[in-house]
């Protein structure tokens, strides 16, 4: 790739990772990318840096615009490894950058750096660097998603460099939405955000709202919103901001998500007796094999839906290892607004159903209790029993949906 204009003079220079399948447990069918600006000025700024495994990826491009030495800022919004781990590269290049950085980042970028050579300077919300005709204002967004995060807003141009918020994990020759929307279909691009949202920024639902209304008091304009992974929002920035007030407050869809393993296809076979009540009872549902699928795209579709009932046959008296599994990764994405249940099968003694409600209980999820269980095959009467249990949970997930409309 070559670099891209954003508006005249601030240019993406980053590179495209067409090949990358998990992304620190995170599973990425459709690759990343790894944005980074270059903005030039009177004193040129580079915007972040990218993954190790790219920087002759970005130095090429910023060859394309400046020879590198005349770089004078180098500004640091989040140092984890797909972001800054060219920074010692880029510094070799750059004798007399200095690096903008939030303080908790600093004492990171120690940790990774021998930083002793370079120029740093700690910055905190509401500090600017004036770089010629522009003026850079910093943002701390701690814990979105990382202490040391922080953003950038290029007060002239009305670009929000917003680090990790607001990104997918999708790799693609298009680097607007406008772009990416006229190629493939803005359903797309969105289910794009909600499976970032969900394995990434679920837990941090307050501090989203609390950073978007800062950036409104502060009345920040902003024509675009560039993050450090994805698509860059030109065509309607608010868009992406509406959508992120919508998934911090819980939005759902009138939906249930079944996720489920199976050992010999008894737990299975009950999934669809469920699915035909659930349906019956006008609700969509959504059916997940967690074997056949990735966690991340569990939690996504878990995330998507009102309401969840998870599966697990019983397996040395408790859960089935991937359903153990997908539920310590849900634990630690703190979910909240959602309707749960369970069901499962065992042979001789039970346990998974169980198991699976005390987790629920420990997340603090409104819960439908009484889970159904059958004994080795489903029979005529277990399915019976499936199908009924599907609808009356499907008519609790409307009223408890009810209460966020």
Not at 98 to 126: A, C, P, Q, Y
Not at 300 to 320: D, Q, Y
Not at 340 to 351: E, N, T
């Amino acid at each position: 790739m070559k670099p891209i204009e954003l508006k005249p003079g601030i240019y993406w220079v980053g590179a495209i990772d067409w090949a990358v399948r998990d992304f620190h447990g995170y599973v990425t069918p459709n690759g990343t990318t790894y944005n980074n600006y270059l903005v030039l000025d009177e004193q040129v700024t580079l915007l972040d840096t990218v993954k190790h495994d790219f920087s002759d990826v970005t130095i090429r491009n910023i060859r394309h615009l400046v020879d590198p030495a005349e770089i004078k800022h180098i500004v640091i919004n989040h140092i984890e490894n797909d972001h800054v781990t060219s920074i010692a590269e880029i510094m070799h290049m750059t004798p007399n950058a200095t690096i903008h950085i939030s303080e908790k980042g600093k004492k990171g970028l120690d940790r990774f750096f021998d930083t002793s050579g370079w120029r740093v300077n700690i910055v905190k919300t509401g500090d600017t660097l004036r770089i010629g005709k522009r003026t850079l204002l910093f943002l701390e967004t701690p814990m979105l998603h990382w202490p040391d995060s922080m953003m950038t807003y290029v007060r002239e141009d009305r670009i929000l460099i917003s680090q990790d918020a607001f990104g997918q994990h999708y790799a693609s020759a298009a680097r607007f939405d406008d772009e990416f929307i006229s190629c493939f279909s803005a359903a797309e691009l969105n289910d794009a955000v909600i499976d970032y949202y969900a394995n990434i920024l679920m837990p941090f639902g307050t501090l989203i709202k609390t950073k978007i209304a800062e950036v409104e008091k502060l009345g920040l304009e902003i024509d675009m919103i560039a993050p450090d992974h994805g698509i860059i929002w030109r065509k309607d920035p608010s868009n992406i901001l509406r959508m992120y007030l919508d998934m911090a407050n819980g939005k759902a869809d009138l939906r249930v998500a079944i996720i489920y393993d199976t050992m010999w296809h008894s737990t299975e076979r009950m999934t669809v007796p469920l699915m035909q009540g659930i349906k019956d009872e006008e609700v969509d549902v959504k059916v997940v094999k967690l074997r056949a699928n990735p966690i991340s795209l569990a939690v996504k579709e878990f995330w998507k839906a009102r309401g969840c009932l998870i599966g697990s046959p019983t397996l040395n008296n408790g859960m089935f290892p991937t359903v153990a599994q997908f539920l310590t990764y849900l634990k630690g994405l703190r979910p909240k607004n959602r309707l749960v249940g369970a069901f499962g099968s065992y042979g001789w003694m039970g346990g998974a159903v169980s198991s699976i409600y005390k987790e629920l209980e420990k997340m603090g999820l409104a819960i439908v209790e009484d889970g159904v269980q059958v004994v080795y095959k489903p029979s005529p009467e277990d399915e019976r029993r499936c199908y009924d249990f599907g609808r009356e949970f499907a008519k609790k997930v409307k009223e408890y949906h009810e209460t966020f409309q």
